[in-house]
C-alpha cells in the first residue's frame, strides 16, 4: 500500500461565521470535474450549512458529494461519526479525488488531524493541509477580548485558568493546527487594522504559517488545495491547549438550539429582530432560513454577534412549509426561551413601520 497514492483531504476550521462554508462554495466552482466529497459538520440539529451548499447551484455540490454530520463536533465524535464516513467514501466504487471537511466552529482541529492516523484511514488518506479561516472585523473589534500572550502568560503562572475563555482557547488552538490561514472579510478591514489582526494571528502561532487575505472567501483553489502538509505526521508542531486532556473537549460552555420565525414583512425587519436578540442577549452566532412575505424565494440569514447578512437563495419547493428555522448558538446560560419567544413573536404592522422608519 505504501506505492498506493494517497486521498488528500482539506480540514477547514475557523471560529464561528468566519466564513468557512462560504469559502469552500468558492472552491467548488473551481473543481473542474474532479470528484470532491464535501464532509459538513455542524454545532445544532439544524444543519444549516450542509444545506447551504445542496442549494448552491454549483457542479460538484451534489447531493452525493455531501456528506452532513449534524448536532455534533467531529473532534468529539471521531470514532462514533467521522471514521465510519470517511469508510464509506473510500469505499465507494469510484472514491473522491479530494476530500474536503468543513468543521463546526467549536471544533479543535488536532483531534481530527489525529483520527487520519487510524488503520484503515492512514494507509488511504493525508491530510493535505489545515486552512484556518479567521474573521478579520470580529478579531479586530476584539471579539476574543483576551491578549493572546497575556492569556499564554497566566496560565503558565496559574493551571487553575486553563478554561476561564474557552471562546479564545478554541480560537486559537484553531491557530495553531493552520497551515494556512485565511484572513476573510479583508475588504471590511482598514490598512492598520489589517496590519493588528495579522501580527496577533502570526504571535498566536508557533512556527511559520501564511496568511492570506481573502474578500468573502474568494481564493484560486492553487492557494488552498496542494499544501502537502502531512499533517498528521506533523502533530507535534501543532500545539493545543487541550493536549494535556487526551483529546477530550467538551461542549459544556455552548449550547445551540432552534427557534421558529414567523413570516416577515422584509429582509430588513428580519435582520432587525435578530439584531436586537443577539443584543440583547449576547449571542454568539444566528443562521438559518426565514419566509418574506409575497416573496417566493427562500431568505438565508447568517449573523456573527450584532453583524448580519442576508440574501435569497432558493425557491421555497411546492408543498415545502414556509416555516422559519435559525440556530441560535450562545454561552451556556443563555435564557433560551426569552430569545425564542423574542424570534416567535408576530410581526405586527406597527413593528414593520418601525423598521422601515428606522
Known amino acids: 500500500m505504501s506505492d498506493v497514492r494517497k486521498i488528500p483531504a482539506t480540514i477547514v476550521t475557523g471560529f464561528l461565521g468566519a466564513g468557512k462554508t462560504t469559502l469552500v462554495r468558492h472552491l467548488m466552482t473551481q473543481a473542474n470535474g474532479r470528484r470532491i466529497a464535501i464532509i459538513v459538520n455542524e454545532f445544532g440539529s439544524l444543519g444549516i450549512d450542509g444545506e447551504t451548499l445542496r442549494s448552491c447551484g454549483i457542479e460538484g455540490c451534489e447531493e452525493e458529494n455531501i456528506v452532513e ?30 476530500i474536503l471537511i468543513e468543521t463546526s466552529g467549536l471544533a479543535l482541529p488536532k483531534p481530527l488531524i489525529k483520527a487520519f492516523n487510524w488503520p484503515g484511514i492512514r494507509s488511504r488518506v493525508t491530510v493535505d493541509g489545515v486552512v484556518t479561516v479567521v474573521d478579520g472585523p470580529a478579531v479586530a473589534a476584539g471579539r476574543f477580548a483576551d491578549d493572546p500572550e497575556a492569556v499564554a502568560a497566566q496560565r503558565a503562572a496559574d493551571e487553575s ?26 475588504d471590511l478591514l482598514d490598512t492598520a487594522e489589517a496590519g493588528r489582526v495579522r501580527e496577533e494571528i502570526t504571535a498566536a502561532i508557533p512556527r511559520a504559517v501564511k496568511v492570506v487575505a ?48 414567523p413570516e416577515a414583512p422584509s429582509p430588513e425587519a428580519v435582520v432587525a429582530r435578530l439584531r436586537a436578540v443577539a443584543e440583547a442577549h449576547d449571542v454568539l452566532r444566528m443562521k438559518g432560513y426565514v419566509a418574506v412575505e409575497g416573496k417566493p424565494m427562500r431568505l438565508e ?19 415545502e412549509a414556509r416555516a422559519g428555522r435559525v440556530v441560535v448558538i450562545a454561552q451556556t446560560g443563555m435564557d433560551e426561551a ?11 404592522a406597527d413593528a414593520a413601520a418601525a423598521v422601515a422608519a428606522g
Not at 83 to 95: E, H, I, K, V
Not at 167 to 181: N, P, R
Not at 219 to 242: F, K, N
Open 161 to 186: 485558568l486553563d478554561h476561564d475563555n474557552p471562546l479564545a482557547e478554541v480560537y486559537e488552538d484553531q491557530l495553531m493546527s493552520a497551515d494556512l490561514v485565511v484572513l476573510n472579510k479583508s
Open 69 to 98: 454530520l449534524a448536532n455534533g463536533c467531529l473532534c468529539c465524535t471521531v470514532a462514533d461519526e467521522f471514521l465510519p464516513t470517511m469508510q464509506a467514501l473510500l469505499d465507494r466504487p469510484n472514491p473522491p479525488e479530494h
Open 301 to 319: 440569514v447568517q449573523g456573527v454577534g450584532a453583524r448580519f447578512r442576508h440574501g435569497f437563495d432558493r425557491a421555497w419547493t411546492p408543498g
Open 214 to 261: 481573502a474578500e468573502n472567501g474568494r481564493l484560486d483553489a492553487a492557494v488552498l488545495l496542494g499544501l502537502e502538509a502531512a499533517a498528521e505526521d506533523d502533530l507535534a508542531a501543532r500545539p493545543s491547549h487541550h493536549d494535556a486532556e487526551d483529546g477530550a473537549h467538551e461542549h459544556d460552555d455552548f449550547r445551540s438550539f432552534v427557534a421558529v420565525m
Open 338 to 348: 426569552a430569545i425564542a419567544d423574542a424570534i416567535a413573536a408576530p410581526f405586527t
